[in-house]
């Protein structure tokens, strides 16, 4: 990819100071600068030299950081002190006496009474510290993040096959295949620069792309080779047909299977039952489509993969992901340079949570049902072992079924807005309102924070300093350009307190949490990382500011990081290496340590067989279209930051359904008409998008917007992934009439363009809000 320096200032003349930083409004993590002047950001320009976008950012990278200075900024604490009430503004230390009391009240009826759900968006120093002041001071399992809802799955899809989770290829890689398989992945909106890498390998190499996705999506459009149009909920029917034609057609590579891998004979005989005409089928495509895809993946050694939320967000998810992994396997494309799968992260610091242990993990990917590595982590921490609990963690829908039952009472929310994002969000409303809440957000006008208990007003990016990690395992140093504004204090600094009142001590009576700034946590987390898969032992500061970023291990064997995981093919799957011992695809149930002893591969990856089966909640007569949820390029989650970029929002102010041309007419729904959508769970509102992006019988809402009948996830439902827990996000029942006949507004019109192929130039290429420069360097 040419390097380039894109620059967005809101300034004329230069600003007073550029600080090192990233991006973190994908999970790309480009490298920028941020620009500084009279202590206010000011703008952002490209790092040229960084190795992940070499100077590019798309269009949320270079507007986003006008969130920073929202007037809706929490520069305060406020508490609620009764139910109906409002808040109020209070002093932090009356906010944190309010805190330890309720916090303390409901420890007093079990640690189990408590939960905590945090953020993608935090550093790796923030989400160790919070870890370890929940799993080491509290010892409670109720601990999860928004990272439940994008990348989840790619954690449990790793460990089914390698025995740990971390991305097995790199971006490095992406240089250099001449296939890549995206499957489930709208790259060219999800993550914009990562798309104008791969269009740039495809144009060096001669490469082809193929694209897995119920819509034709501008990945299809600016890039596909070959799409795949397959049926929500068929993920697996479709790779079970792409193995079983690998193996009837000769291209599994027998001798790496045998050295390398078991389970095959099993794989064989299960993919035996998915021929191509019963997978055509099933997913509604062409077998002369999956035949091409077959061969391509078939006879092209450097092939990398990516899986990303058309995958992930479905009950199916950690089977169909695991399978990618196995299609790499059975080939042999993995391990060396242009070859791998990659299961990617959707936030910033998703990979951060994972690696830390504030979310379903525990730090540096240790198993909880490990002795070996629980002990480890308790001399580590100083903590008695014989009194420590490990104890697997929930994740947020089983935290939110049990706080619907009464079994929890307090819920820590911390960097997210649970009110939006979570699915069946009328139901998930009426669950938070049970709770004590407390709210830990940069913003105070975040939907969340109006059934808050207790507000704390958080820093955000630009105004702290710590390393976040990005889905390739490169760690980005982003470091403070600003002050806060108001009492708005760090993450960091707020789990440093907390700790601190609870009173949480290792066993020699010192402080669980014994450091205050960033750079000693991350000392800290180098020795606890030390020797796991994701070792940072050797990393600092200064070497990431060096390289611009580093890609974990990185320890004595690899000084300057290391490009793609299992060059040795050795998978960690011994029995006290692995992080877990897995689970049943189907059924979620886990195997025991004894189940694990009698089939250890002893450094060996699985290949694991599953049947496709069908979704559950089917279209019926009532709902007879089956809903999609989605991004859009111009936002990020539920819009508290890229929401209050004119440059962005002017683009994707308000909803739309995305339905197909034939459904539309039988309806009598017009571009621009007002359309509501109903389900079992609420109602939507929004306008028309006629537009053949969608199968007919399927149409797709973006998710971002709002609380309410904006809010897509008013039909969407907490079935999940029975191991990742991921929830099903992309396929729902519902039905779709016209409200009122409207005209197409400006925007509508414009997105049109870019959905239906007429703009198909990549958006991280695109000159949009006046102010951006981009200079090409050769």
């Given at each position: 990819m040419q390097p380039r320096i894109d620059t967005n200032l809101g300034i004329e003349g230069e600003p007073d100071a550029w600080v090192h930083s990233a991006c973190i409004?994908?999970?790309?993590?480009?490298?920028?600068?941020?620009?500084?002047?009279?202590?206010?950001?000011?703008?952002?320009?490209?790092?040229?030299?960084?190795?992940?976008?070499?100077?590019?950012?798309?269009?949320?990278?270079?507007?986003?950081?006008?969130?920073?200075?929202?007037?809706?900024?929490?520069?305060?604490p406020m508490i609620r002190r009764t139910k109906g009430a409002p808040l109020q503004p209070a002093s932090w230390a009356e906010a944190m006496d309010f805190f330890t009391e309720r916090f303390n009240a409901a420890w007093q009826q079990g640690h189990e009474n408590l939960a905590c759900y945090n953020s993608g968006q935090l550093t790796i120093e923030e989400f160790y510290t919070l870890?370890?002041?929940?799993?080491?001071?509290?010892?409670?399992?109720?601990?999860?993040?928004?990272?439940?809802?994008?990348?989840?799955?790619?954690?449990?899809?790793?460990?089914?096959?390698?025995?740990?989770?971390?991305?097995?290829?790199?971006?490095?890689?992406?240089?250099?295949?001449?296939?890549?398989?995206?499957?489930?992945?709208?790259?060219?909106?999800?993550?914009?620069?990562?798309?104008?890498?791969?269009?740039?390998?495809?144009?060096?190499?001669?490469?082809?792309?193929?694209?897995?996705?119920?819509?034709?999506?501008?990945?299809?459009r600016q890039g596909a080779d070959l799409h795949l149009q397959l049926r929500a909920g068929t993920n697996v029917a479709l790779m079970n047909g792409i193995i079983h034609l690998l193996i009837a057609r000769g291209w599994a590579d027998r001798k790496f299977i045998a050295r390398y891998t078991v389970g095959f004979e099993s794989l064989?005989?299960?993919?035996?039952?998915?021929?191509?005409?019963?997978?055509?089928e099933i997913c509604g495509i062409p077998r002369r489509d999956l035949e091409t895809a077959a061969e391509w993946i078939g006879t092209t050694p450097h092939m990398v993969s990516t899986v990303l939320q058309g995958f992930y967000q479905s009950v199916e998810a950690t089977a169909s992901s695991s399978l990618v992994n196995t299609v790499h396997l059975l080939t042999g494309a993995i391990g060396k340079p242009g070859a791998g799968p990659l299961l990617m992260a959707g936030q910033p610091a998703a990979m951060c949570n994972r690696e830390a242990g504030a979310g379903g993990s525990y730090p540096g990917y240790r198993n909880p049902h490990s002795e070996v590595q629980m002990r480890d982590l308790c001399e580590c921490w100083n903590l008695d072992f014989d009194k420590f609990h490990p104890e697997v963690p929930k994740d947020i829908l089983l935290m939110m079924e049990a706080a619907e039952r009464g079994e929890i009472e307090f819920m820590w929310v911390i960097g997210t807005n649970p009110l939006v994002s979570l699915p069946d969000q009328n139901r998930t409303e009426r669950i938070l309102r049970r709770l004590f809440l407390v709210v830990q957000d940069p913003f105070v006008d975040?939907?969340?924070?109006?059934?808050?208990?207790?507000?704390?007003?958080?820093?955000?990016?630009?105004?702290?300093?710590?390393?976040?990690?990005?889905?390739?395992?490169?760690?980005?140093?982003?470091?403070?350009?600003v002050d806060p504004p108001g009492e708005a204090r760090s993450d960091?600094?707020?789990?440093?307190?907390?700790?601190?009142?609870?009173?949480?001590?290792?066993?020699?009576?010192?402080?669980?949490?014994?450091?205050?700034?960033?750079?000693?946590?991350?000392?800290?987390?180098?020795?606890i990382s030390k020797g796991r898969p994701c070792d940072y032992s050797g990393m600092t500061y200064d070497l990431i500011l060096q390289m611009g970023a580093v890609r974990w291990p990185c320890n004595e064997q690899h000084p300057r990081g290391c490009e793609r995981l299992y060059e040795d093919r050795k998978f960690f799957t011994g029995i006290d290496e692995c992080e877990s011992y897995g689970a049943d695809f189907l059924?979620?149930?886990?195997?025991?340590?004894?189940?694990?002893?009698?089939?250890?591969?002893?450094?060996?990856?699985?290949?694991?067989?599953?049947?496709?089966?069908?979704?559950?909640?089917?279209?019926?007569?009532?709902?007879?279209?089956?809903?999609?949820?989605?991004r859009v390029v111009y936002h990020f989650h539920t819009r508290?930051?890229?929401?209050?970029?004119?440059?962005?929002?002017?683009?994707?102010?308000?909803?739309?359904?995305?339905?197909?041309?034939?459904?539309?007419?039988?309806?009598?729904?017009?571009?621009?008409?007002?359309?509501?959508?109903?389900?079992?769970?609420?109602?939507?509102?929004?306008?028309?998008?006629?537009?053949?992006?969608v199968r007919p019988g399927e149409v797709f809402v973006p998710f971002h917007y709002g609380h309410g009948s904006q809010s897509a996830n008013q039909h969407t439902w907490y079935a999940r992934d029975p191991i990742s827990h991921q929830p099903q996000l992309k396929s729902s029942p519902v039905s779709v009439r016209r409200l009122s006949f409207g005209q197409p507004e400006p925007w509508l019109l414009a997105r049109r363009a870019e959905l239906d192929g007429t703009s198909i130039e990549p958006y991280a290429a695109r000159e949009f809000g006046g102010t951006v420069n981009r200079e090409v360097r050769r």
């Open positions: 409004l994908c999970s790309n993590g480009c490298g920028l600068d941020i620009a500084v002047k009279d202590g206010r950001i000011v703008g952002v320009r490209g790092a040229v030299d960084h190795p992940v976008s070499f100077g590019h950012l798309g269009p949320k990278g270079e507007h986003g950081w006008v969130a920073n200075n929202s007037k809706r900024r929490g520069t305060t870890g370890k002041l929940w799993r080491g001071g509290l010892q409670s399992s109720n601990i999860d993040g928004n990272t439940r809802l994008c990348t989840a799955t790619s954690a449990t899809g790793l460990m089914a096959n390698f025995g740990v989770d971390g991305p097995v290829a790199s971006y490095v890689d992406v240089d250099q295949a001449d296939l890549l398989c995206l499957y489930g992945h709208n790259v060219a909106e999800a993550q914009t620069v990562l798309w104008e890498r791969m269009l740039a390998a495809k144009k060096e190499r001669g490469g082809r792309i193929i694209v897995a996705d119920p819509r034709r999506t501008p990945t299809v064989d005989a299960v993919t035996r039952e998915y021929p191509l005409e019963r997978v055509a975040a939907e969340t924070v109006d059934l808050a208990d207790i507000y704390f007003p958080a820093a955000m990016w630009g105004e702290k300093t710590g390393c976040v990690t990005n889905a390739d395992r490169s760690v980005n140093l982003l470091l403070k350009a960091l600094d707020i789990f440093v307190e907390v700790a601190g009142r609870l009173g949480f001590k290792d066993r020699d009576g010192t402080p669980l949490i014994p450091f205050k700034k960033s750079e000693d946590a991350f000392e800290e987390w180098r020795k059924t979620g149930n886990k195997n025991t340590r004894g189940d694990y002893e009698r089939i250890d591969p002893k450094g060996k990856a699985f290949l694991r067989p599953v049947h496709w089966r069908r979704q559950p909640n089917p279209p019926s007569d009532e709902y007879p279209f089956v809903l999609n949820t989605g508290t930051k890229t929401g209050r970029s004119a440059a962005l929002n002017e683009r994707a102010p308000h909803p739309y359904v995305e339905i197909h041309p034939d459904d539309a007419a039988r309806l009598e729904i017009g571009l621009g008409d007002l359309v509501e959508i109903t389900s079992p769970n609420g109602r939507w509102e929004g306008v028309a998008m006629v537009v053949d992006t």
